[in-house]
T-cell receptor
């Protein structure tokens, strides 16, 4: 089945130690998104790619970076994780921006713990 | 004012009840609207898109009111398995694209 896969499901990292989360998709969607979701809060968009075109949200900290080497893969790099970065990180895809076609498909998320 | 606002609840209802959630949005240029369901510690999953004319999918009915800038979700004959958080998603215009913005979700608890 076509899907969005995130690895790992659970990630524990040390305070200040760089960590990379990965997302892959078999949907051949043009757009990939990274969201951060903390407990009982709305998913917050960090950035998105339309093909190779990177779009950063204005309030996304510099500590968060992203790479999309090809259509299928997208990575979230956290350069120096702080305790406040502990959250669920969700990757999503859509065929086009706006999702007006089929909405957004989410991966199962990576739950990041910072110790 | 937040871009997308929802009453967080929780809404605590008995099985078989009808329950309605509202969601308001601030960007009048928003084009697409969705309801997502999120179970505890899981990813959001698309429940239904919301169309201008309103749409129904089984026990679920979604409505859009552009003039008042809100969307609603009605669940009839609630089941225990409907217990979840329901997230409203609205697209906002951003530099020629439309970006999905989530509400914080409304928690529903259906009890026997």
């Amino acid at each position: 089945d076509a899907m969005v896969i995130q690895n790992p499901r659970y990630q524990v990292t040390q305070f200040g130690k760089p960590v990379t989360l990965s997302c892959s998709q078999t949907l051949n969607h043009n757009v990939m998104y990274w969201y951060q979701q903390k407990s009982s809060q709305a998913p917050k968009l960090l950035f998105h790619y339309y093909d190779k075109d990177f779009n950063n949200e204005a309030d996304t900290p510099d500590n968060f970076q992203s790479r999309r080497p090809n259509t299928s893969f997208c990575f979230l790099d956290i350069r120096s994780p702080g305790l406040g970065d502990a959250a669920m990180y969700l990757c999503a895809t859509s065929l086009s921006t706006g999702g007006a076609d089929y909405g957004y498909t989410f991966g199962s998320g990576t739950r990041l713990t910072v110790v | 004012r937040k871009e997308v606002e929802q009453d967080p609840g929780p809404f605590n209802v008995p099985e078989g009840a009808t329950v309605a959630f509202n969601c308001t949005y601030s960007n009048s240029a928003s084009q697409s609207f969705f309801w997502y369901r999120q179970d505890c510690r899981k990813e959001p999953k698309l429940l239904m898109s919301v169309y201008s004319s309103g749409n129904e999918d089984g026990r679920f009915t979604a409505q859009l009111n552009r003039a008042s800038q809100y969307i609603s979700l009605l669940i009839r004959d609630s089941k225990l398995s409907d217990s979840a958080t329901y997230l409203c998603v609205v697209n906002r215009a951003s530099g020629g694209s439309y970006i999905p913005t989530f509400g914080r979700g409304t928690s529903l608890i259906v009890h026997p």
